[in-house]
């Protein structure tokens, strides 16, 4: 079993950045992905961006490229979440995901952080 541990979050004016770290434990073998999903209230958990720990190979919800970026430290086991150009409408709870597909939907990924939540103000 995997664990995931998000730290990073917190209250950021709108323009800003902030970056999301996630931290992997246990065990888990060639193929796993890691990714980002988030949910506001009352809306459906959303999938934000996802990468695979070998190779590198990166995947983002389209509405997101160029803001956020995703990458990792494979030596360190960590996934950071980089997000620039914050806009109010990016406030929600941020959860780090694992798993072996890399999907937008978040049924797909079999490990799951506690979350963080990041807020945006106008």
């Known amino acids: 079993q995997v664990q995931l541990v998000e730290s990073g979050g917190g209250l950021v004016q709108a323009g800003g950045s902030l970056r999301l770290s996630c931290a992997a434990s246990?065990?888990?073998?060639?193929?796993?992905?890691m990714g980002w999903f988030r949910q506001a209230p009352g809306k459906e958990r959303e999938f934000v961006a996802a990468?695979?720990?070998?190779?590198?190979?990166?995947y983002y919800a389209d509405s997101l490229k160029g803001r956020f970026t995703i990458s990792r430290d494979n030596a360190k086991l960590l996934v950071y979440l980089q997000m620039d150009s914050l806009k109010p409408e990016d406030t929600a709870v941020y959860y780090c995901?694992?798993?072996?597909?890399?999907?937008?939907?978040?049924?797909?990924?079999?490990?799951w952080g506690q979350g963080t939540q990041v807020t945006v103000s106008s």
């Open positions: 246990g065990r888990f073998f060639s193929g796993y992905a």
């Open positions: 995901a694992g798993g072996y597909y890399i999907t937008t939907h978040p049924t797909d990924f079999t490990d």
């Open positions: 990468i695979r720990w070998i190779g590198g190979s990166t």
